[in-house]
């Protein structure tokens, strides 16, 4: 199963709000779960990335919280502000696999 | 920062034409990759690059793609024969060793008409 499911499609929150978007993976083999942020026409850009082996990982007003016994992770973009307004696109790789599979994207707007 | 570059930005070609798609990796790096996010969808691994041979391929990955790593700088894709259904965005990415950060390029849109 490499499919990774990624919930909410689209999301609007106030500035200065939290913005939460969820993963769930079904493979086990995977150990490398990435964020990626993409603007209009242009390529994916990392975020952070979190191993299994942690549960959060936080940098800057960006956090990752991960369930390994629920196969799910997460973003927290805390303080939302209107330059985070882009495409979100939670990622998975590991067990062989050398290439990333992605989530379906979230396309997040934040109002001023 | 390093980054990695494509060319062309964005290419039109007809139909059943071949097309190559080019990119130059960050330098130090040793695993190379292509993607591909048809609009509004999401993006989509086609292959990985190791050592000079294709190390994996995804279902999308047909006899009409074949990549090469024609000297030490560049990574390329081609189609040998478009179909409509190629028009997309086309990312490269490298990465310094499997599963760890990787680093895409601006992207080459093709267009099939």
């Given at each position: 199963q490499q499919q990774?499911?990624?919930?909410?499609?689209?999301?609007i929150v106030q500035k200065g709000g939290i913005s939460i978007i969820n993963c769930a993976y079904e493979n086990t083999a995977f150990d490398y779960f990435p964020w990626y942020q993409q603007f209009p026409g242009k390529g994916p850009a990392l975020l952070i990335a979190i191993r299994p082996d942690v549960s959060e990982k936080k940098e800057g007003r960006f956090t990752i919280s991960f369930n390994k016994s629920a196969k799910q992770f997460s973003l927290h973009i805390m303080d939302s502000q209107p330059g985070d307004s882009a495409t979100y696109f939670c990622a998975a790789s590991g067990g062989?696999?050398?290439?990333?599979?992605?989530?379906?994207?979230?396309?997040?707007?934040i109002q001023p | 920062e390093p980054e990695v570059t494509q060319t062309p930005s964005h290419q039109v070609t007809q139909m059943g034409q071949e097309v190559i798609l080019r990119c130059v990796p960050i330098s130090n790096h040793l695993y190379f990759?292509?993607?591909?996010?048809?609009?509004?969808?999401?993006?989509?691994?086609?292959?990985?690059?190791?050592?000079?041979?294709?190390?994996?391929?995804?279902?999308?990955f047909d006899d009409q793609f074949s990549v090469e790593r024609p000297d030490g700088s560049n990574f390329t894709l081609k189609i040998r024969s478009t179909k409509l259904e190629d028009s997309a965005m086309y990312f490269c990415a490298s990465?310094?060793?499997?599963?760890?950060?990787?680093?895409?390029g601006q992207g080459t849109r093709l267009t099939v008409v």
């Amino acid at each position: 199963q490499q499919q990774v499911k990624q919930s909410p499609q689209s999301l609007i929150v106030q500035k200065g709000g939290i913005s939460i978007i969820n993963c769930a993976y079904e493979n086990t083999a995977f150990d490398y779960f990435p964020w990626y942020q993409q603007f209009p026409g242009k390529g994916p850009a990392l975020l952070i990335a979190i191993r299994p082996d942690v549960s959060e990982k936080k940098e800057g007003r960006f956090t990752i919280s991960f369930n390994k016994s629920a196969k799910q992770f997460s973003l927290h973009i805390m303080d939302s502000q209107p330059g985070d307004s882009a495409t979100y696109f939670c990622a998975a790789s590991g067990g062989g696999a050398d290439g990333l599979t992605f989530g379906k994207g979230t396309h997040l707007i934040i109002q001023p | 920062e390093p980054e990695v570059t494509q060319t062309p930005s964005h290419q039109v070609t007809q139909m059943g034409q071949e097309v190559i798609l080019r990119c130059v990796p960050i330098s130090n790096h040793l695993y190379f990759y292509w993607y591909r996010q048809i609009l509004g969808q999401k993006v989509e691994f086609l292959v990985s690059f190791y050592n000079n041979e294709i190390s994996e391929k995804s279902e999308i990955f047909d006899d009409q793609f074949s990549v090469e790593r024609p000297d030490g700088s560049n990574f390329t894709l081609k189609i040998r024969s478009t179909k409509l259904e190629d028009s997309a965005m086309y990312f490269c990415a490298s990465t310094i060793k499997v599963n760890t950060e990787a680093f895409f390029g601006q992207g080459t849109r093709l267009t099939v008409v």
